[in-house]
């Protein structure tokens, strides 16, 4: 298995509502990551897990919450959102600080706060 | 981190090979160059990385100068699905996180 499974692929919710997004490989990586992508601009990092420990947040607002149950799965909880988080989160995994190796994305979670 | 400039968009027509340069002034001696491509509402896909003289897959080409200041992304005879964003990436190969920068926009026309 070499991809990263995100889901939902939509999703919509209103600014008091909790959801959560989920990503899952089966790839053996001990590394995962998630970003935003805003339309037409970069994937920016939000959160890096390196064997399940957060190592790694860019200054994330709090209602953004991520969490690593284990190896496989990585979650990210969203509680009180704006609508200026309207985006495109995309889940990536590989190897612990080997960038050399690539990393895999998903296909992404297209959230719209409304 | 190197900071990496790409053009912001470039266009072709199907069968046309394209060239899209990067400049990376900044690279440090252990950094390689990636890059990456993204179609709409997909995640970006590793093409090809290499650290210098030039390197080809069954996707592409990366010519890297000696100074390594720059990269040539290579796309032979290009067809429409190859439009799509392409990222040039600078990092080490043991440290740091993938950091994107703007990328560039290809739009290849029939």
């Known amino acids: 298995d070499t991809e990263v499974t995100q889901t939902p692929k939509h999703l919509v919710m209103g600014m008091t509502n909790k959801k959560s997004l989920k990503c899952e490989q089966h790839?053996?990586?001990?590394?995962m990551y998630w970003y935003k992508q805003k339309a037409k601009k970069p994937p920016e990092l939000m959160f890096v897990?390196?064997?399940?420990?957060?190592?790694i947040n860019e200054s994330v607002p709090s209602r953004f919450s991520p969490e690593c149950p284990n190896s496989s799965l990585l979650n990210l909880h969203l509680h009180a959102l704006q609508p200026e988080d309207s985006a495109l989160y995309l889940c990536?995994?590989?190897?612990?600080?080997?960038?050399?190796?690539?990393?895999?994305f998903g296909s992404g979670t297209r959230l719209t706060v409304v | 981190l190197a900071k990496t400039t790409q053009p912001i968009s470039m266009d072709s027509y199907e069968g046309q090979e394209v060239n899209i340069t990067c400049s990376h002034n900044?690279?440090?001696?252990?950094?390689?160059i990636t890059w990456y491509q993204q179609f709409p509402s997909q995640g970006p896909r590793f093409i090809i990385q290499?650290?210098?003289t030039k390197v080809t897959n069954e996707v592409a080409s990366l010519f890297i100068p000696a100074d390594r200041k720059s990269s040539t992304l290579s796309l032979p005879r290009v067809s429409l699905s190859d439009t799509a964003v392409y990222y040039c990436?600078?990092?080490?190969?043991?440290?740091?996180?993938?950091?994107f920068g703007k990328g560039t926009k290809l739009s290849v026309k029939p």
């Open positions: 990536a995994s590989s190897h612990p600080g080997q960038t050399l190796l690539g990393y895999t």
């Open positions: 790839m053996g990586h001990r590394a």
């Open positions: 897990y390196s064997y399940e420990k957060l190592s």
């Open positions: 900044n690279i440090a001696t252990n950094d390689y």
């Open positions: 290499g650290y210098k």
């Open positions: 990436l600078v990092h080490g190969g043991s440290q740091g996180n993938l950091i």
